[in-house]
């Protein structure tokens, strides 16, 4: 990763490849964009945590298409650390309550019908395609 704009959105390059990832299902608060437009509170304090998460560092992207803005919707992984989650569990991120990008909607509702490749995509999911819930009694257990 070699920038991060807040909490849930950063810059990767990779050879010559340059993606901006939007970290699927979070979302943090925003930083302050110029003198008129004030950031949320707890917006930077996002930012430099996730960046100390990952910044100049090598990380997996799961992609899950794209969002409106061509940004890839993914979650990172670092050393088997779902680094999404993690914001979640610091209390600087929320779960994003917003409608689903057609990429994604499109990426869970061929999960679902787990046929062909998307039988055994993506890797780690239990059987229904969805990942417990922070908080439910699959995540608890």
Request: aromatic letters at 8%.
């Amino acid at each position: 990763m070699t920038r991060v704009y807040d909490g849930d959105t950063v810059l990767a390059r990779a050879n010559d490849l340059v993606i901006k990832v939007r970290l699927v299902g979070i979302d943090a608060p925003e930083v302050s964009h110029g003198k008129r437009k004030p950031g949320q509170p707890y917006g930077r304090k996002a930012q430099k945590f996730l960046a100390s998460l990952v910044l100049n560092k090598t990380v997996e992207i799961r992609a899950y298409g794209l969002d409106r803005y061509n940004r890839v919707l993914g979650v990172l992984v670092l050393n088997g650390r779902d680094i999404n989650l993690e914001m979640i569990k610091a209390g600087l991120a929320e779960v994003y309550r917003g409608r689903p990008s057609r990429g994604f909607r499109m990426f869970l509702r061929l999960c679902s019908l787990r046929a062909g490749r998307w039988k055994e995509f993506p890797p780690g999911l239990p059987e229904g395609g969805r990942r417990p819930t922070v908080g439910s009694p699959a995540a608890r257990a």
